[in-house]
């Protein structure tokens, strides 16, 4: 039961500029996370947003949450080509403890 | 350090012969998640167990199961793997709150990489 859908699917930018990626999510959630994945390596952990949190910073990250439109967006200041990633979001699934990812944003940040 | 642990981080198997996976954690999470992730997908959760009660995603073929004989050990087994069962399989851990709420970040293995011959 997939409950986060990403957009944009891709994303290419300069080094420099700012990437925003986008989630929207179907049911009342208590949390939602954001993950990266560097190609053909593991999932790591950048920010979960509680739902009653509207905006959470992490270095050059700033996530924000609304839970009345039911979306997150993970906002990358001053891109750098190490950004260059597959990035989900992770929300609750049907059980509430199930964690279910969402397609993912695949983004690139060239030179 | 307290972490996540997959065994075996290869496994080729071969088609239709049943296969398990292990994941240990040392965290002490109540709740452990199996994913399988394909090339260029995002993970998809197969099932989790929230202390020893196992919850099945309604879209995971029979053909996978799964045992949590204790807190620390969640074992995956595939009765029979088909080609397109080659993927990435990730455990994962987290906690869950008083009020059966996620309360933490995933904690998630390296993963196990199954080829089906």
Not at chain 1, 4 to 24: F, K, V, Y
Not at chain 1, 60 to 85: E, N, P
Not at chain 2, 26 to 49: D, E
Request: hydrophobic fraction near 30%.
């Amino acid at each position: 039961s997939q409950q986060g859908e990403e957009d944009p699917q891709a994303l290419s930018i300069q080094e420099g500029e700012n990437a925003t990626m986008n989630c929207s999510y179907k049911t009342s959630i208590n949390n939602l996370q954001w993950y990266r994945q560097n190609s053909g390596r593991g999932l790591v952990h950048l920010i979960l947003i509680r739902s009653n949190e509207r905006e959470k910073h992490s270095g050059r990250l700033r996530v924000t949450l609304d839970t009345s439109k039911k979306s997150s967006s993970l906002l990358i200041t001053a891109s750098r080509a190490a950004d260059t990633a597959s990035y989900f979001c992770a929300t609750e699934g049907n059980y509430g403890q199930n964690f279910v990812f969402g397609p993912g944003t695949r983004l690139s940040v060239l030179p | 350090d307290a972490m996540v642990i997959q065994n075996p981080r290869y496994q080729v198997t071969q088609f239709g012969k049943p296969v398990t996976l292990s994941c240990s954690q040392t965290l002490n999470h109540n709740v452990m998640y199996w994913y399988q992730q394909k090339s260029s997908q995002a993970p998809k959760l197969l099932f989790h167990y929230y202390d020893k009660d196992f919850n099945n995603e309604a879209d995971t073929p029979d053909n996978f199961q799964s045992r949590r004989p204790n807190t620390s050990f969640c074992f995956l087994d595939i009765r029979s793997p088909g080609l397109g069962d080659a993927a990435m399989y990730l455990c994962a851990t987290s906690t869950v709150g008083r009020w059966g709420a996620p309360d933490s970040p995933l904690h998630f293995g390296n993963g196990t990489r199954l080829t089906v011959t």
